[in-house]
């Protein structure tokens, strides 16, 4: 089982829609998440982290859910120039930071 | 604005050839990662470092080893280069400090080696 898993989409939907993606880890001392952005043969760049209480980034929303051990991204009023792969990310137990990687959900917002 | 800078975007090298992956941070980041990423398998560590000279392993070290002289600088050596080590390889630093609020990585604009 990987330690980290998205379901991969794409995820097609018109502009204007509310998107939702989940994520799910496997190890349950897991510290700290959050969601990248990949754009097309670009690198990830850090989208927002994703706090216990859950966290609000203007149209971007995440949620974490320990008990389930599984993250999610919801997205509001889909643009276009939201379309890229949305990395989950966990931090283990470890101190040294090491961040483990999802294999990244991908979204197309079609006009 | 801060940086992590890849030495090559794009690279074509033989099979068995030593390749060197260098990559340069300037934001006095402790720690210095190397990732391959390949379609359908995700980003995938290969090696790490917390330090000046130390170097962790990582998933998937196995035909790599790696270099840390400077704290700015963590460089990446295939040591015979093969086929399947074709891959887009992205370096990444953060600082210690674990966790914080703002955690996270910054990432090299990547590497595409093509091994032929």
Same mark, same amino acid.
């Given at each position: 089982r990987k330690e980290v898993e998205q379901d991969p989409g794409p995820f097609n939907v018109p502009e204007g829609a509310t998107v939702a993606f989940n994520c799910t880890y496997s190890n349950s001392a897991s510290q700290s998440f959050f969601w990248y952005r990949q754009d097309c043969r670009k690198e990830p760049k850090l989208l927002m982290s994703v706090y216990s209480s859950g966290n609000e980034d203007g149209r971007f929303t995440a949620q974490l859910n320990r008990a389930s051990q599984y993250i999610s991204l919801l997205i509001r $009023? @889909?643009?276009? @120039? $939201?379309s890229a792969t949305y990395l989950c990310v966990v931090i283990g137990s470890s101190n040294t930071g090491k961040l483990i990687f999802g294999q990244g959900t991908t979204l197309q917002v079609k006009p | 604005d801060v940086k992590v800078t890849q030495s090559s975007r794009y690279l074509v090298k033989r099979t068995g050839e030593k390749v060197f992956l260098e990559c340069v941070q300037d934001? $006095?980041?402790e720690n210095m990662f190397w990732y391959r990423q390949d379609p359908g398998l995700g980003l995938r560590l290969i090696y790490f470092s917390y330090d000046v000279k130390m170097k962790e392993k990582g998933d998937i070290p196995e035909g790599y080893s790696v270099s840390r002289e400077k704290k700015e600088r963590f460089s990446l050596i295939l040591e015979s280069a093969s086929t399947n080590q074709t891959s887009m390889y992205l370096c990444a630093s953060s600082s210690t400090g674990y966790p914080s609020t703002n955690y996270g990585y910054t990432f090299g604009s990547g590497t595409r080696l093509t091994v032929v």
């Amino acid at each position: 089982r990987k330690e980290v898993e998205q379901d991969p989409g794409p995820f097609n939907v018109p502009e204007g829609a509310t998107v939702a993606f989940n994520c799910t880890y496997s190890n349950s001392a897991s510290q700290s998440f959050f969601w990248y952005r990949q754009d097309c043969r670009k690198e990830p760049k850090l989208l927002m982290s994703v706090y216990s209480s859950g966290n609000e980034d203007g149209r971007f929303t995440a949620q974490l859910n320990r008990a389930s051990q599984y993250i999610s991204l919801l997205i509001r $009023d @889909s643009k276009l @120039s $939201d379309s890229a792969t949305y990395l989950c990310v966990v931090i283990g137990s470890s101190n040294t930071g090491k961040l483990i990687f999802g294999q990244g959900t991908t979204l197309q917002v079609k006009p | 604005d801060v940086k992590v800078t890849q030495s090559s975007r794009y690279l074509v090298k033989r099979t068995g050839e030593k390749v060197f992956l260098e990559c340069v941070q300037d934001m $006095d980041h402790e720690n210095m990662f190397w990732y391959r990423q390949d379609p359908g398998l995700g980003l995938r560590l290969i090696y790490f470092s917390y330090d000046v000279k130390m170097k962790e392993k990582g998933d998937i070290p196995e035909g790599y080893s790696v270099s840390r002289e400077k704290k700015e600088r963590f460089s990446l050596i295939l040591e015979s280069a093969s086929t399947n080590q074709t891959s887009m390889y992205l370096c990444a630093s953060s600082s210690t400090g674990y966790p914080s609020t703002n955690y996270g990585y910054t990432f090299g604009s990547g590497t595409r080696l093509t091994v032929v």
